[in-house]
């Protein structure tokens, strides 16, 4: 089936395949994923030197650690000897060295080869060129983003620049004081779709009168199918006997206290592309970040910040935790739903857009650009 003309009112989303193809979707980790800027870890779970984790990026696993500077460190998690994957666990501490469990190959935390089973009777080895392949690093928000990229893009216009055209102004997410908040909960949801899928519905409310009845409580104009975030600047308002962004509408938590008049009582949505949503609201930040691990499949993981004492005092977060848990489940769900009628006839041209959705295909042509770009 095809689309041969569409009224005014509809504009066509992307073809079907490009949310199934195994090619599409290799095209987009080196294209994208490999290429972009990508939020991996929150900064706080690699505070100390030698602590690490391990994550996906494209098709690359990343190893990112803390050196004895107290710098952020990325290198690939390959050992440069015969190739064995250095660090299979997604996380731990090393005290000094990172050792290769086949041939005892060890690396520094600044990535240098450090030793190896006779390697005295190799002088001719330089140490630093056979040491770990490092990846580009930036901390900010307090979280670590790598870039995989030979020549990375600009940070300040890819990441921070998102925030600023969301937001209207470069200031306002610093009113939320992200890097200095403390992770209160942190659920992971491995959705069975695609990563494009899911941002697609993160971006548009069409749906959230249908699907989200505990969001448009606490936000009465989602009930319209407003997309809040295709205007800059504008806040989703609560409503008028809503106390709080929690599941039930009552108080929430200590307001973050650099937040202004303009963004009290206020949620703020941002898509930084290729895989962050930022939620803001007076007492507490959501961070999303999504690692696509195949064409119908995506990891993502969800903190939930708030003031340090919140949580060092062992408050009670579920309120606010279970609304927006509820409306992750609630989109994911959707977003399974959707996913194996991508490759159905119906929708072999793809589907289409109304008005309150017009503005999802600035990221599709994003994404076409992306993959056409060679």
């Known amino acids: 089936m095809s689309i041969v003309s569409l009224p005014p009112s509809l504009q066509p989303t992307l073809p079907g395949r490009l949310y199934t193809d195994p090619e599409v979707f290799a095209r987009e980790q080196r294209d994208i994923f490999e290429a972009m800027w990508f939020c991996v870890v929150r900064s706080s779970e690699i505070g100390r030197p030698g602590q690490f984790r391990t994550v996906t990026v494209g098709r690359e696993s990343v190893l990112v650690t803390r050196s004895r500077d107290g710098a952020a460190r990325a290198f690939l998690n390959v050992c440069r000897h015969r190739g064995a994957t250095l660090c299979t666990e997604e996380s731990g501490e090393v005290r000094r060295t990172f050792r ?6 060890s690396y520094d935390l600044d990535g240098r080869l450090a030793s190896a089973p006779n390697l005295a009777t190799m002088p001719d080895i330089d140490r630093t060129e056979f040491g ?13 983003w790598v870039c995989l990229a030979d020549a990375p893009p600009s940070f300040e216009e890819d990441v921070v620049g998102a925030c600023t055209e969301r937001l209207g102004d470069a200031e306002k997410i610093g009113n939320y004081q992200i890097a200095d908040l403390a992770v209160g909960r942190r659920i992971s949801y491995d959705v069975r779709a695609n990563w494009k899928l899911i941002i697609e519905n993160f971006m548009e409310c069409y749906h959230c009168a249908t699907i989200h009845p505990e969001l448009v409580d606490v936000l009465p104009e989602f009930s319209r199918g407003y997309a809040a975030q295709s205007f800059v600047g504008h806040g989703a308002e609560f409503g008028p006997r809503i106390e709080g962004f929690t599941v039930d509408g009552s108080a929430g938590l200590d307001r973050i206290p650099t937040v202004d008049e303009a963004q009290d009582r206020r949620y703020f949505a941002i898509t930084i592309k290729p895989q962050v949503f930022i939620n803001l609201v007076p007492d507490h930040v959501i961070m999303h970040r999504m690692f696509p691990l195949a064409a119908d499949r995506t990891l993502v993981e969800c903190d939930w910040l708030y003031l340090p004492q919140v949580v060092a005092e062992g408050r009670d977060v579920s309120r606010s935790v279970e609304l927006f848990d509820r409306v992750n489940r609630q989109d994911f769900d959707a977003c399974e739903r959707c ?19 017009h ?5 599709h042509d994003w994404v076409t650009r992306k993959l056409n770009s060679e």
């Open 100 to 105: 290769c469990p086949y041939h005892a190959w």
């Open 359 to 363: 503005h999802i295909t600035e990221f």
């Open 132 to 144: 770990l392949v490092t990846v580009a690093v930036r901390e900010w928000l307090g979280y670590v």
């Open 339 to 357: 996913q194996p009628a991508m490759s159905s006839r119906a929708y072999a041209a793809g589907g289409v857009l109304v008005p309150s959705e």
